[in-house]
């Protein structure tokens, strides 16, 4: 076995453990800093692999289902960049757990060494395997501030719906191998005519599931319900993670499954994918406006961006009824500046939330006097996530829209998919922007509240360095987008 493929994962594990190890001698009032430590780990081991990159072909059997290819390593760098991001995030929140600083850090590097599993997957068992890695970690730092009764809620919430998850993800990939007799991705590729009798329909039922399981990780409709009560309860880094690492996690296992399975069940997918892409929309959108809560309002914003991003997949049978790539680019664009977006948004809401306040959206009233940076990054972020130009997010949807005008065959589904999702665009300009308006002309939840008259914020200079970090990138991205479309093609090399 050639330990250097994995030697990302094995820096990761070790970091963790150091973590571990180093806590049983640092006193209470320094476990604060364990957080930016992992941090600076992870950046040295991004560092080394952006400058040192070991690439594998997928074909190469140096470790039988693993795979470090292009693909694999573009999705290790988006989670190492987030793990990084939400560390920072975690060492200003450890004064809010009350046990437990090291084992939170540990347990979000351990996090991440799943989806970097996940983003190397070719075969069923290592996709299990990194999915409940990933999944089980996030059962634990849902519910790990045990004093609120709401994060205790939200991880047993998440703990019944995700076990339901991988019940039916492990019996979906247990009716595929009872037919086709393999555990390799590449086994859904064989055409429809090898099988007999009822063997199809037994197969198309275990892709089914197997879709559902992954469908949850990405909170598409209908297994979207756990996430915003899940984003709500857990702990502000815990709900960032969440949202980018866990959903970007399923997104590259459905690129690969769904580029192996395009063609032979094609009768399948395409009229399927249309219509759940358009639910997913539609949901995300509507249910969002309504909210008061600001991590209840990303979450849904988190369904409608899962749409979204199923709007490349889409895109995948052009209209010759080959499959296409076009789609690919868009969708793993769009993951680098949702990052930037979704990240900037959580690191404000940690900074100005609190335990007696909560997370109304009437926290944010004064923001704009009380800490103009916060304001205006969070400003940048919401402006993004909305698709506004010249942010990175207005070029996500653009190219994502496009690839399903320029490539997808026509039908009611295609077009009723475009429609909503144009209208899905139009409606997160009203939630979205409702908080801007609180940032800016909000005044507060009650009438005798005065924003002017709270102090101002005092952010810690590693926040200050996060929040400029992401608003540079969701600007640079959005205006400058050549070097980041490049590193997609050049990791979509493995689908051509």
């Known amino acids: 076995m050639n330990l250097q493929l994995v030697s990302l994962e094995i820096a990761v594990v070790l970091i963790g453990l150091l973590v571990l190890l180093v806590d049983l001698w640092t006193p209470r009032e320094g476990k604060r800093s364990l957080g930016q430590i992992a941090a600076l780990g992870l950046l040295l081991v991004l560092a080394q692999s952006i400058h040192f990159p070991f690439v594998q072909g997928v074909d190469d059997g140096a470790i039988p289902g693993f ?42 590097l351990f996090a991440l060494v799943g989806m970097m599993f996940a983003a190397s997957a070719t075969t069923f068992p290592m996709l299990f395997v990194a999915v409940e890695l990933i999944t089980i970690t996030f059962y634990v730092l849902t519910s790990f501030q045990r004093h609120r009764e709401r994060s205790l809620e939200a991880g047993i919430k ?75 309860g857990a702990p502000a880094p815990v709900t960032a993670f ?49 909210q008061r809560n600001l991590k209840r309002l990303l979450g849904y914003a988190s369904i409608a961006s899962a749409g979204y991003l199923l709007l490349g997949f889409v895109a995948l049978q052009s209209g010759n009824g080959n499959l296409s790539t076009d789609g690919y680019n868009a969708i793993l664009y769009y993951l680098a500046g949702y990052l930037f977006a979704v ?128 608003a540079m990138a969701l600007v640079f991205i959005g205006i400058y987008p050549e070097p980041v479309l490049a590193l997609t093609y050049e990791a979509l090399e493995v689908f051509r």
Do not use: N
Not at 187 to 192: D, I, N, S
Not at 260 to 288: D, K, V
Not at 380 to 396: K, N, V
């Open 67 to 108: 795979a470090l290819d292009p693909l694999a390593r573009f999705f290790k760098h988006i989670f190492i960049a987030a793990a990084i991001f939400v560390l920072v995030m975690a060492a200003d929140f450890a004064g809010r757990l009350r046990t437990g600083v090291a084992e939170f850090s540990a347990l979000v």
């Open 158 to 232: 998440y703990l019944i719906l995700g076990a339901a998850a991988s019940a039916m993800m492990v019996y979906g990939i247990a009716l595929i191998y009872g037919v086709t007799g393999s555990m390799d991705f590449s086994a859904l590729a064989r055409p429809a005519a090898d099988f007999e009798g009822g063997q199809l329909q037994i197969l198309h039922l275990g892709l089914l599931l197997l879709l559902a399981g992954l469908g949850f990780k990405i909170a598409a409709f209908p297994f979207q319900i756990w996430a915003p009560d899940v984003y709500e």
């Open 242 to 290: 969440l949202s980018i690492g866990s959903k970007s996690a399923g997104i590259v296992l459905l690129l690969r499954i769904l580029h192996e399975a395009g063609t032979a069940h094609a009768e399948l997918l395409w009229p399927l994918l249309p219509w759940l892409a358009a639910a997913t929309i539609a949901y995300g959108s509507l249910c969002a406006l309504r």
């Open 343 to 470: 990240i900037a948004a959580f690191v404000v809401i940690c900074q100005i939330s609190t335990e007696e306040e909560g997370e109304d959206l009437s926290i944010l009233a004064g923001l704009h006097r009380r800490s103009p940076l916060m304001a205006g990054v969070l400003t940048l972020s919401i402006i993004s996530l909305a698709g506004i130009p010249p942010l990175a997010g207005f070029l996500g949807k653009f190219l994502l829209l496009k690839s399903v005008i320029d490539g997808a065959a026509t039908g009611l589904p295609y077009v009723t998919l475009i429609t909503i999702a144009i209208i899905g665009v139009i409606v997160s300009l009203y939630y979205y922007f409702g908080i801007i308006r609180e940032i800016y002309w909000s005044t507060g939840l009650r009438p005798d509240d005065t924003p002017e008259d709270k102090p101002p914020f005092e952010v810690p200079l590693a926040i200050k360095a996060s929040l400029v970090a992401c």
